[in-house]
């Protein structure tokens, strides 16, 4: 298989990330700490269990009889029409708002989902590939969901003759019914299935499949591995759509393609308890790891958590994404979770009141009430002065 891996970026300073990232148009929604995390590039380094789990998952793909093409250096800024349009995502949908995705103009965003590459590898005649980069989507916060991840896209075709010569589906019924759908779909369950054995190698390991929806496969299906007492929801994929395909040139082609979350599947191979220490400097973390090794996380600490709630009557713009954002730009990796606990509507004014509770933690160290104190001041200021909120 080719193979298209680039090296490890240097590091930007401060002052370069924003000049690139934060450019100053008035659909700009990226912050600083965003624009900081941009290229690290941690899926790269073999050591760091993003690369360990990407080095294990594309050592699956190598030993199958198809030949993957492998790809992990495309730049995460991408046009809306390679991130939606090309994949059937139509204006209106709640994933292109600026209240879930981080664009650097009209046009230009930071990619959600790897899947944004999916159609120009397919225009360039790839036929199989992997494809792995950092992601970034304004989300909830808590020790599963970061605003920065990783995702490996995954894009099987297949030939005319498995298909038997047949794509001429009178509808989306006839598609779903056909036999060249269960063959497409049976193969894509197969091959998953396949790389969880291989990359676990658990046999008390706990998955479902769930029936999901996205507007560029059909059908669509979601993989849940049981985790920390809960369904950890690893991975999307599905049949691709025949409309994407078509916009490719491949309107006589079908196939299967996945993304999943290196974060998620790493959190449960390694024992990692919370997303933020893929992000850390600590050697106590470091040193646990290395290349081509999967180890048990030894947690190095368990540093007492600080809470603090907030309440405030919001705007009628006010969305919750916006105050996530704000809590992590102010809080950064201190913040562990932001639980909106407490919301109701008072029936005289039809104001909305919400209530969070933010729960500060450390990864490497003791917090001090001084500056937890310091934090929770900004965060009530800034809320108060940049999105209009009332205090209660
Ligand atoms: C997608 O992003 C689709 N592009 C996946 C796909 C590809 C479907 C190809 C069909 C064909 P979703 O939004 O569900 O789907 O995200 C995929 C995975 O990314 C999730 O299953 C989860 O493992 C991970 N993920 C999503 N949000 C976060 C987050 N905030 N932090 C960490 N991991 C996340
Ligand atoms: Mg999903």
């Known amino acids: 298989a080719r193979s298209v891996r680039t090296p490890v970026r240097p590091r930007s300073t401060v002052a370069e990330a924003e000049s690139r990232f934060i450019t100053g148009h008035p659909d700009c929604n990226v912050t600083p700490y965003i624009a900081n995390l941009v290229g690290r590039d941690l899926h790269k380094k073999s050591a760091h269990p993003l690369g360990i789990i990407k080095d294990r998952i594309e050592a699956y793909f190598a030993g199958l009889e198809t030949s993957y093409d492998v790809f992990d250096g495309e730049d995460p800024v991408v046009t809306t029409t390679q991130c939606f349009d090309d994949l059937n995502i139509p204006p209106e949908h709640p994933g292109r708002s600026k209240s879930d995705t981080y664009y650097l103009t009209d046009t230009e965003l930071l990619r959600t989902h790897t899947s944004a590459h999916q159609s120009q590898h397919l225009r360039q005649g790839h036929e199989a590939f992997l494809c792995t980069g950092d992601v970034y989507r304004r ?191 102010i809080g950064g990796e201190l913040i562990e979770r932001v639980e909106n606990i407490d919301t109701f509507t008072n029936p005289k004014t039809g104001k909305t009141s919400n209530c969070y509770r933010i729960t500060y933690r450390s990864m490497d160290r003791s917090l001090t009430d001084v500056e937890i104190n310091a934090l929770q001041d900004s965060l009530r200021d800034e809320a108060a002065s940049a999105l209009s909120v009332e205090l209660r």
Not at 157 to 186: H, R, Y
Not at 258 to 285: C, Q, S
Request: proline share 5%; hydrophobic share 40%.
């Open 139 to 329: 989300d909830e916060i808590d020790a599963s969901h970061f605003p920065a991840f990783h995702q490996m896209e995954g894009v099987k075709l297949f030939s005319e003759e498995e298909m038997n010569g047949q794509t001429d589906f009178s509808d989306k019924e006839a598609w779903l019914a056909s036999p060249e759908c269960d063959i497409v779909a049976k193969d894509l369950k197969a091959t998953l299935e396949g790389l969880i054995k291989y990359v676990f190698d658990d046999p008390d390991l706990q998955t479902r499949w769930r029936d999901d929806y996205f507007p560029f496969t059909e059908p669509s299906f979601e993989l849940d591995v049981f985790y920390q007492d809960e369904w950890l929801e690893v991975l999307g994929c599905g049949v691709i759509h025949a409309d994407v395909l078509d916009r490719c040139g491949l309107a006589s082609r079908r196939g299967w393609a996945f993304g999943l979350g290196l974060e998620r599947l790493a959190m449960v191979l390694f024992a990692i308890p919370d997303i933020r220490l893929f992000w850390t400097d600590d050697e106590r973390f470091h040193k646990q790891f290395k290349a081509g090794q999967v180890s048990t996380f030894k947690p190095y600490s368990k540093y007492p958590p600080v809470f603090k709630d907030i309440a405030f009557w919001c705007p009628e713009s006010y969305v919750e994404n916006d105050f996530n954002e704000l809590a992590r730009s």
